[in-house]
């Protein structure tokens, strides 16, 4: 791998990181190495949006290399939100042209006096500033850049108000409408006065084996262009799953509490197909190309937004309009918020609101009313503002649901939102919400896409029910480790790869050797080292739990009546995964057969 840039934002200092070949091997890039790399720093007394917390950009061995879908960074620290292990990746063209500077990471450390941003050109570092920019929204940045920078072809990420304000969901966004979008790395990015990093480069990605690597890319990327879950994210997006979501009662409605919606119809992949579609759009180098170009009716062009969005600010809150939801996910853009916990946390507000816990004493004489989506888009600007209700919603549905006595009620693990992939229709989810070491997330393990007979058959993954219960548990943690292999590489877990595929892929550009086993024991071995960063920031048993709205049935829909036996399955899977029932660790025996018993000592002792 090519070096890593440090730089520290209180004294201007950069250098060059090396990363130790060891570290590569066993760890391969991405939110794995970042897990190795930070885990000494990442402590429990660490003030996640202090300047000693570190903000780490890396890419993957693939990063760049125009492999299939490799075209994605990620983003790692402490998240503000959870105060646990923080990753977020992005797509777009921002990681591959770091990688076309030198760089495969921007590690960043310290606080600038006043806002700034940063200039990478090939080997050229500046740090310039920002005061200008500041209070700007994402897109309106990255054209003020190019323009000042006289580079047009300049990749540029940052942040918007709500980084700057220090909103716990803040995101970080590149490109058009690319986003980093989890655990609040944008109000870290914020906290360090640094309002966006562009890049800009010309240098070749060293390969180890660049006359076999070729072809076998060639190959892997013709292969992935005519796999049918490519065709069908090409055709439809992301959101070509919502029909079928909302007819096996998978798409949350009402906050999560409704089992039918009937405009969910209105808002799934294949009716913006055929309403508002304009175009398609993909990350660097991708042959499927999910992205959406939609066009409203005062014909503009805008981001069409993808399945989390679409539930989001559509079902989760009532509403079946889907230029009404373009726009809402594109205020969050431009104000640099994750889409899932901001729609997350109104939901809680319009809950409580019809619940009586909020009134319109809280809100500043603001009705809370369901499907009201100008209400929706004034809340959207207080939360980035932090104005009025806006401080409280900033914060997430915990802390919001805690404010009110309302904790119970907040649909979130560990302080992050559930995003719409409800495990009352597919129970795998519990697991992988519950066991997550971000909180509730989906992209550590998209497992509804085995329990849909998705997943390619090299996995080795078997196929049970979508409403099988403990028999599934390892299953769960199988795929979790090899999406872990995903995230380390940075690739997109759209893409349906053969095993072989991707370990011949490494093998050709890293020098490695490795068989598919030896890569899920590499995933195994991340996933750990995760669980031990979190453990040691105070995460034990009691953490992996679901709320408790998602062990209640819904009366109506496709998974009515059913509840995953989250209990039963949770015991099992800590056996698969030689956790300790009663403190939630990994066990020294299991930590020692994964090469890290390194990190016993720290987190049994
Ligand atoms: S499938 Fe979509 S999100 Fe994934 S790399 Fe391709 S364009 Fe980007």
Known sequence: MQPILKINLTTNETSEYIIPAKWERDYLGGASLAARLLYPILTQNLDPVSPESPLLF?????????GPAVGRFVVCGKSPATALWAESNCGGFWGPELRFCGYDGVWITGKAAKPVYLWINDGKIEVRQATHLWGLDTYEIQARIKNELGQTGAHILGIGIAGENGVLFANIMCDHGRAAGRTGLGAVMGAKNLKAIAVLGTKKIPLARPELFAPLRSAANR??????????????????????????????????????????????????????????????????????????????????????????????????DLAAITRLGEACDRYG?????????????????????????????????????????????????????????????????????EEDEAVQVNGLEVAYHDPRAFSGMALVYATSPRGACHNQSEYFQVDLGQADSSLGLEFYDRHAGVEKAANVARHQDWQTVFNALVMCLFANIPAETVSSLINMACGMDYSVDYLFYIGERAWNLKRAINNRLGLTRVNDKLPKTLLEPYQEGGSAGYVPPFSKMLEAYYTARGWDPETGKPKPERLARLGLEWVVQDIWK
Request: charged residues 20%.
């Open 223 to 320: 292969a992935l262009k005519e796999d049918n879950l490519s065709h069908v994210f090409h055709d439809l997006g992301t959101a070509s799953v919502a029909d079928y979501a909302d007819y096996l009662g998978a798409m949350p409605k009402k906050y999560f509490h409704s089992g039918t919606f009937d405009g969910a119809g209105k808002v799934s992949g294949s009716t913006m197909t055929e309403t508002i579609l304009a175009g398609i759009s993909a990350c660097h180098a991708c042959v499927i190309a999910c992205g959406r170009v939609v066009r409203l009716e005062d014909g503009t062009k805008r981001k069409g937004p993808e399945y989390e969005t679409i539930v989001s600010f559509g079902p989760n809150l009532l509403i079946d």
């Open 58 to 66: 890396l890419n993957g061995p693939l990063s760049g290399t125009v």
């Open 337 to 405: 918020m994750d889409t899932i916990s901001a729609g997350g946390t109104l939901g809680l507000a319009f809950h409580l609101f019809e619940k009586g816990s909020i009134t319109e004493m809280d809100t500043g004489g603001q009705a809370l009313h369901w499907g009201d989506v100008k209400t929706i888009e004034k809340m959207l600007h207080l939360i980035a503002t932090r104005k009025g209700i806006g401080e409280y919603l900033s914060q997430g549905s915990r802390r919001l649901g805690r404010h009110f006595g």
